[in-house]
């Protein structure tokens, strides 16, 4: 079955806002750092999809967003690939809230990839860090461990 959902950071211009996953009972992403948003609803576009989870799940509203590219998890989930479409946030207003998906923290630039997260995560990780242009990519992963993964870029790389 395929799944659709969204990926999203949010950019203060010198940190990440990350999610700690601890606070779901079953998390598949149980301790890791991750990005914040999920699933996408019946006619909702990856943008309204992006703008509401991020509300839900943070209390900010995105005002300025930019899709940094589309990655394809295979069977990530048993039965399921997940289509993600990731987004970083850089203009955003509104409070912190105490997140029902985990701890909330904004976390310097330098400090992102030393985080514990998925392995395939720290990778498209550097490419929003380094700002590289629109990517597509695939990453494989058995039993919860990375194994492979492929990109093209769309634009020059920096």
């Known amino acids: 079955m395929t799944k659709l959902a969204t990926i999203c950071y949010i950019d203060n211009g010198k940190e990440f806002?990350?999610?700690l996953r601890n606070k779901k009972p079953n998390d598949v992403h149980e301790g890791k750092y991750i990005g914040v948003g999920g699933k996408l609803e019946a006619a909702e576009t990856p943008e309204e999809c992006a703008v509401r989870e991020i509300f839900e799940e943070t209390g900010l509203t995105a005002t300025k967003m930019e899709m940094k590219g589309i990655i394809t998890f295979p069977e990530?989930?048993?039965?399921?690939?997940?289509?993600?479409?990731?987004?970083?946030?850089?203009?955003?207003?509104?409070e912190l809230i105490d997140s029902p998906e985990?701890?909330?923290?904004?976390?310097?630039?330098?400090?992102?990839?030393?985080?514990?997260?998925?392995?395939?995560d720290r990778i498209f990780l550097e490419w929003i860090l380094g700002n590289e242009p629109f990517f597509s990519a695939k990453f494989n992963y058995e039993a919860g461990e990375y194994v492979s993964h492929n990109v093209e870029f769309y634009g020059e790389r920096k």
């Open 17 to 19: 806002l990350l999610l």
């Open 76 to 94: 990530f989930t048993p039965g399921h690939d997940w289509y993600t479409y990731v987004f970083r946030v850089t203009e955003f207003s509104g």
């Open 102 to 120: 985990g701890t909330l923290e904004w976390v310097p630039y330098d400090e992102v990839l030393q985080k514990p997260s998925w392995e395939g």
